[in-house]
C-alpha cells in the first residue's frame, strides 16, 4: 500500500513538472511577443523623431509598406501574448487540480 502512495506521489509530482515546464515555456513566448510588440513602437518613435528630415507624402510610397509591416508585427506581439496567457491559466488549473490530489503535493507547491 505505501509503495502504491508513493508511486502516485512521483506520478503527481512528474506530472507538476511537466506543467512547470510548459509553463516555462508560456513565459518565454510572452517575453517574445512582448519583444515583438515593442519593435513597431520603436520604429514609429524613430520616424516621429526623424521627420523633420523627410517630407512624409514624397516617401509615401516607402510608409505605406513599413506601417503594413509594422501593422502584421503588432497583431503578431498581440497574439503571442493572448496565447500566452490563455495557457499560463490553462497550466494554472491543472496544476489545482493536482493539488487537489494530494496534501503532500499542495504542501510542496505552495
Known amino acids: 500500500m505505501e509503495q502504491e502512495n508513493t508511486e502516485n506521489v512521483s506520478i503527481l509530482i512528474g506530472e507538476a513538472q511537466l506543467i512547470l515546464a510548459e509553463k516555462r515555456t508560456s513565459l518565454a513566448v510572452l517575453r517574445s511577443g512582448v519583444a515583438v510588440l515593442a519593435l513597431p513602437i520603436t520604429v514609429l518613435s524613430f520616424l516621429i523623431a526623424t521627420s523633420k528630415y523627410y517630407d512624409f507624402f514624397s516617401v509615401l510610397h516607402f510608409v505605406i509598406p513599413l ?44
Not at 88 to 104: E, G, P, T, W
Open 67 to 110: 506601417f503594413c509591416i509594422l501593422g502584421a508585427l503588432t497583431l503578431f506581439g498581440i497574439y503571442l501574448i493572448a496565447r500566452s496567457v490563455i495557457r499560463m491559466q490553462r497550466h494554472d488549473k491543472l496544476l489545482k487540480k493536482i493539488k487537489a490530489k494530494n496534501s503532500a503535493i499542495s504542501e510542496l507547491m505552495d
